[in-house]
């Protein structure tokens, strides 16, 4: 079983930046492969990125603007959330399932465990 609790959400400008983490119960968090996905009000849920083992994968809609990263040592993901636009709002969550060297997990129902999410609002 993995615990994942999200935070670093907040209200920021459109232009600003934020730094979401997540961190993850167990000990074998480096044998994750962990994503961020978002929802805003009255939208499905919608991938945002995800890290395997030694790579990164992006939506279009951030692309060059996230990054998502992972500390093993501190059981932690983040992503770095630069340029934040307002259509950028939504609860972010994190999830987690086992890794697979050669997939790259883009849906929700990819995912095991989810975080209970963190509230980002960016003004316009």
């Known amino acids: 079983q993995v615990q994942l609790v999200e935070s670093g959400g907040g209200l920021v400008q459109a232009g600003e930046s934020l730094r979401l983490s997540c961190a993850a119960s167990g000990r074998t968090f480096s044998s994750y492969a962990m994503g961020w996905f978002r929802q805003a009000p009255g939208k499905e849920r919608e991938f945002v990125a995800t890290?395997?083992?030694?790579?990164?994968f992006y939506s279009d809609s951030v692309k060059g603007r996230f990054t998502i990263s992972r500390d093993n040592a501190k059981n932690t993901v983040y992503l770095q959330m630069n340029s934040l636009k307002a259509e950028d709002t939504a609860l972010y969550y994190c999830?987690?399932?086992?890794?697979?060297?050669?997939?790259?997990?883009?849906?929700?129902?990819?995912?095991?465990?989810w975080g209970q999410g963190t509230q980002v609002t960016v003004s316009s």
């Open positions: 890290i395997t083992l030694s790579s990164t």
């Open positions: 999830a987690a399932r086992s890794a697979s060297a050669f997939s790259v997990f883009r849906y929700a129902y990819n995912y095991n465990y």
